[in-house]
């Protein structure tokens, strides 16, 4: 709560809306063509233009509107916690070493998707996402994520139960709007009904779900977006 409260006292402000700038994202956004990136760099200017710098303390970022953009809570985990939720991932290290290897089959490089391998490291470079309700690609129903359909999901998402729980708190303290909206998606999920489509195999994955977010990612070791004004490293 300490950490909340700091943040909203610290506030970074951008020159641009957060509104105007999704008006300008095309619904294909993710195809990066040089001329669009130039265009919404000189248009939406980062925080920091040129040379990146390290914010270390908890702050908000607000628009020209005075929305909040982002929400920094550095530390936000106790070193209890971190080590714990930690730990709960660990069995997960043969799933994110296998989707590094789908990359390399088909046909991109280490260096290409710009996977990083440290020598020591508790959790294997890789890339899980997770949801107990999405279309995989080719299926015309809804399902739970390849993962949540083997003992190993399910086991991770009753031991980070408590975890992955606090996450939704947060969600709750910091847009309690989104909040409300994300748990009556996840409740209409767990009822088995979703705009008339069909919901098939969600069984226990909509039993142990424990957050209002619909999808989560574990990323390690992972640099994302390459040259453009998106690019992040986790």
């Known amino acids: ?31 990066r063509s040089a001329k669009l990136e130039a ?8 925080l920091t233009p040129g040379a990146l710098q390290l914010i270390k303390t908890p702050c908000i970022v607000v628009d020209s509107e005075d ?19 930690m730990g709960q991932l660990v069995p997960l290290n043969q799933h994110l070493s296998q989707t590094t290897r789908q990359n390399t089959d088909a046909g991109q490089s280490s260096r290409k998707s710009r996977f990083y391998y440290p020598k020591h490291s508790r959790i294997t470079t890789g890339e899980l996402s ?13 399902s739970s994520s390849p993962i949540l359909k083997e003992p190993t999901g399910l086991h991770f998402l009753r031991d ?9 708190a947060a969600l ?24 008339e489509s069909s919901l098939t195999g969600m069984e226990e ?30």
């Open 205 to 234: 994955s909509r039993r142990f779900w424990p957050t209002p977010f619909t999808a989560m990612a574990v990323i390690s070791n992972k640099a994302i977006g390459g040259e453009s004004r998106s690019s992040m490293t986790f």
């Open 160 to 168: 980070a139960n408590e975890s992955l729980a606090l996450l939704g």
């Open 39 to 46: 265009d919404l760099m000189k248009d939406f200017p980062p």
């Open 67 to 85: 929305n909040i953009v982002l929400w920094y809570l550095p530390e936000a985990l106790t070193i209890r916690r971190h080590d714990v939720f």
């Open 1 to 31: 709560m300490q950490k909340v409260l700091s943040a909203f006292r610290h506030k970074i402000h951008l020159t641009w809306s957060i509104r105007e700038y999704s008006s300008r994202l095309t619904a294909c956004q993710n195809v």
């Open 172 to 195: 709750w303290l910091l847009h309690p709007r989104l909040a409300r909206r994300a748990c009556e998606v996840m409740e209409r999920i767990r009822q088995g009904r979703l705009n």
């Open 130 to 142: 997770m949801s107990p309700c999405w279309n995989a690609v080719g299926h015309p129903t809804f």
